[in-house]
């Protein structure tokens, strides 16, 4: 089965920016979204961003809107998250999530792959 690998997590003060990375291997199917979920302790998983590697349509949650910006390598198989003006209410583990049905959605529940995850902390 396919594999997702995010990277790029860290410790950063507020106003500081940070880059994730997510490479996307093994999948069957040539088009597919690759999504950004985060999830804050006591908080449920919600969507920050997605793209879609077919016609590279773009969803941003309104919380970071302006903020960040989600892009692909040339192959397409890698996706980054450039984070600018980090505040402490971005803290949160990131996942990066693919869903092969190519369908574009917020909801944790329509991607059938995941990442392990990668911490990003933000002080104030």
């Known amino acids: 089965e396919g594999q997702v690998v995010e990277s790029g997590g860290g410790l950063v003060q507020a106003g500081g920016s940070l880059t994730l990375s997510c490479a996307a291997s093994?999948?069957?199917?040539?088009?597919?979204?690759i999504a950004w979920f985060r999830q804050a302790p006591g908080k449920e998983r919600e969507v920050v961003s997605y793209?879609?590697?077919?016609?590279?349509?773009?969803y941003y949650a309104d919380s970071v809107k302006g903020r960040f910006t989600i892009s692909t390598n040339n192959a397409k198989n890698t996706v980054y998250l450039q984070m600018d003006s980090l505040q402490p209410e971005d803290t949160a583990l990131y996942y990066c999530a693919v869903d092969i049905t190519d369908t574009g959605t917020i909801y944790p529940s329509l991607y059938e792959y995941w990442g392990q995850g990668t911490q990003v902390t933000v002080s104030s």
């Open positions: 093994g999948f069957v199917f040539p088009d597919y979204v």
């Open positions: 793209i879609s590697s077919s016609d590279g349509r773009t």
